[in-house]
């Protein structure tokens, strides 16, 4: 789904600003589609996630998540991936497209399996110093395997 608000895309020069949002559930490739799309229009790409997590998986406090992210959106070019309620009203209040990933579960399961894989195997850092295992991958309560199962049909009724 995409929606545009021309109301806003369109600056009194006459010039385009692009103001993305990408949205789906974890696993969509909402990072994947956003890099894509920064590196193509050639403007910031801001990642929710790297703005959430602190230093091994401790989460940001609301009021200076929400900080970061009004900071991070007060330009007029950038895309922004990420799901998260809080920060939902200051991005899609700025955003001129909200881009929605809608795959089906047993696609969204596979790519975050393998997607956690990967990540472990290669222990590959994500965002300031916090790190997926296959220990947090598979066998916590934790798990971003588990968090899928848990929240795929409520983040596809919070879309529609």
């Not at 009004?70 to 809080?86: C, F, H, K, Q, S």
């Not at 990967?118 to 916590?140: A, D, H, M, P």
């Amino acid at each position: 789904m995409v929606t545009w608000r021309s109301d806003v895309a369109i600056n009194w020069g006459g010039e385009m600003n692009y103001r993305i949002a990408v949205v789906g559930t974890a696993g969509a490739g909402k990072t994947t589609l956003a890099q894509a799309i920064a590196e193509t229009l050639q403007i910031p790409h801001i990642e929710l996630d790297a703005l959430f997590w602190q230093p091994d998986w401790r989460p940001s406090e609301t009021g200076e998540f929400w900080a970061k992210v009004a900071a991070a959106t007060a330009g007029e070019d950038w895309i922004v991936d990420g799901n998260y309620l809080r920060a939902r009203l200051i991005v899609w209040e700025r955003a001129t497209v909200v881009v929605w990933l809608n795959y089906s579960l047993p696609l969204i399961l596979w790519r975050v399996v393998r997607r956690t894989v990967v990540r472990s195997w290669r222990q590959q850092e994500l965002w300031n110093g916090c790190y997926e295992t296959f220990q947090k991958g598979f066998w916590s309560r934790d798990s971003i395997i588990l968090w899928v199962l848990k929240t795929y049909h409520q983040n596809r009724r919070s879309r529609s």
